[in-house]
């Protein structure tokens, strides 16, 4: 049900972005590198990485501050034990982050964010009989750059960190058990943006 509920909600949200103004869009394709491992009492468990498509959307209140969610197909992870794979997870990562946009007279703007992330169990498969929801801190650093003569289009790049650690249960033909899967992505970010 938390499946959908997230899922109508930004779909909805993506929908009033482009009928308001002060808004801007970003594509953009990702690759998040988890930084993280887990001791189990199987062995050391890690999330493998992963690359994805993720749009954001964001809206300006002024020319410094502004507010981005962050909307991605569902990103699934091959969960590797002691180097090989034992399972795979799907999610949505919903992130909201809250941004300070350094306006000056070159074409570059640094920007810098903090905010929340959620880790919203989408299916698994493999030695995962379940995944359960999380909700961690979320940090973001990047720089937009506009040229000369560009109206109102951009080019992107930025870091977010997520903190999520997701209770994952094994099946019992593999030991059963519950355990935290520290994830803790890096998310590297390169993409297109446009300011309405």
Known sequence: MLKQIALISLMGMSTVAFAEAGFQVKVGGSLISPTQ?????LGVVKADNELAFTPSV???????FSA???????IGHDVLLDGGKAAKIKHLPPTVTFKYNLKN??????????????FVAWDESGAAKDVKEDFGFAGQIGVNFKPADAKNW???????????????TLIDELG?????????????????????
């Open 37 to 41: 491992d887990t001791s189990t009492a």
């Open 58 to 64: 964001e809206y300006f209140l002024n020319d410094n």
């Open 68 to 74: 981005e969610l962050l909307l991605a197909t569902p």
């Open 105 to 118: 007279s070159s074409p570059f703007t640094p920007y810098i964010g903090v905010g929340g992330t959620a």
């Open 154 to 168: 951009g080019v992107y790049f930025d870091a977010r960190y997520a903190q999520l650690s997701p209770e994952v």
């Open 176 to 196: 059963g058990g519950k355990f935290d899967l520290d994830i803790d992505p890096i998310v590297y970010t390169l993409g297109y943006s446009y300011k309405f």
